[in-house]
């Protein structure tokens, strides 16, 4: 007589836990995935922080500034009346680098007295060139905190570097150097681009 064993009879309540088992360990690997790779795909917001910003402006009064984010940065877009205009000029004497001689603080086509494409719109990073503080808009000529020819502008409230309506810095200031004119160009009379240009910059 042959000693052949036969297999055990299935027990099914073993095979339903062996395959819930290893669904639930399958899932927890798919749980433990999911996060990881998601953290090496960049978010929108991230991707929006270097990417271009376009701006309607159509509803900029004269006199007004608005602010928006661009590489977690903020950029100010001013919008000047005549009046401002002509505080440039006045301004000119007092200033460190009138000329925008340097060249790292913005594009060729903001090298003018206004610092911008358009006379009308200063579009400048809001961040002091001394240690990174947001200077304060002071447009009010003759401030009484600023002097009597005071004729209207940026202040830095953390060491007091003062700026004219087209981000130049006035001597004997701590900032080193005048607000940076960040990469602009206009699709429209009323909508801008901010972080690209029409030479390729970005």
Not at 3 to 22: F, G, I, Q, V, Y
Not at 53 to 66: F, N, Q, T, W, Y
Not at 103 to 118: F, G, L
Not at 165 to 182: C, D, F, H, I, Q
């Amino acid at each position: 007589m042959s000693n052949t064993t036969l297999p055990e009879p299935c027990d099914p309540s073993r095979r339903t836990l062996l395959l819930a088992t290893a669904c639930a360990g399958g899932a927890m690997a798919v749980g433990a995935a999911v996060p990881f790779v998601a953290s090496l795909t960049p978010s929108e917001r991230a991707r929006a922080a270097g990417a271009p910003v376009e701006v309607d402006i159509d509803k900029l009064a004269p006199g007004e500034m608005s602010v928006v984010e661009w590489r977690g940065k903020p950029v100010w877009i001013l919008r000047r009346t005549p009046e401002m205009l002509a505080a440039l000029v006045k301004a000119e004497p007092n200033l460190a680098d009138p000329g925008s001689g340097v060249e790292a603080q913005q594009p060729d086509y903001a090298r003018n007295a206004h610092r911008s494409i358009k006379p009308e719109y200063l579009v400048v990073v809001g961040i002091c060139t001394h240690l990174g503080c947001s200077p304060s808009s002071v447009f009010q000529p003759g401030n009484p905190a600023l002097g009597a020819d005071w004729p209207g502008g940026f202040l830095c409230p953390c060491h007091g570097s003062t700026f004219d309506l087209a981000g130049r810095v006035y001597k004997n200031k701590p900032a080193p150097t005048n607000l940076e004119v960040p990469p602009h160009k206009y699709l429209s009379d009323t909508r801008l681009v901010i972080g690209a240009d029409d030479n390729g910059t970005a």
